[in-house]
């Protein structure tokens, strides 16, 4: 049985669970992995396909991300890295 809550941290997690499956379904079958850096990360991100993390977007979070989170392995290691920055709101 799945608990369901109106609680904001529930929804909050929700929407990151929701952002990264979407993340990881656009970029399965693109050939883009390994991603080196932003610049490339942010060419891969779907033009005029909105892909929000909460209120904000995947090509918002990548501002976010550093070198240290590169290169990217493939599109789960991508989901992971972008929803870690994902704000959640309490």
């Known amino acids: 049985m ?4 109106n609680h904001p ?3 909050a997690l929700r929407d ?3 952002f990264k499956l979407r993340l990881v379904e656009y970029f399965k079958d ?3 992995f390994p991603i080196k ?3 490339e990360l942010a060419e891969a991100l779907p033009c005029g396909i ?3 993390c909460g209120e904000i977007e995947a090509a918002e979070l990548v501002k976010l991300l550093t070198d240290n989170d590169f ?3 493939d599109p789960e290691d ?6 870690n920055k994902c704000p959640i709101k309490q």
């Open 9 to 11: 941290l529930y929804e």
């Open 71 to 73: 290169p990217i392995k």
């Open 50 to 52: 909105s892909l929000p």
């Open 37 to 39: 850096n932003k610049v």
């Open 2 to 5: 799945m608990i369901t809550t």
């Open 78 to 83: 991508l989901a992971m890295k972008l929803a």
């Open 30 to 32: 693109k050939d883009v």
């Open 16 to 18: 990151i669970q929701e």
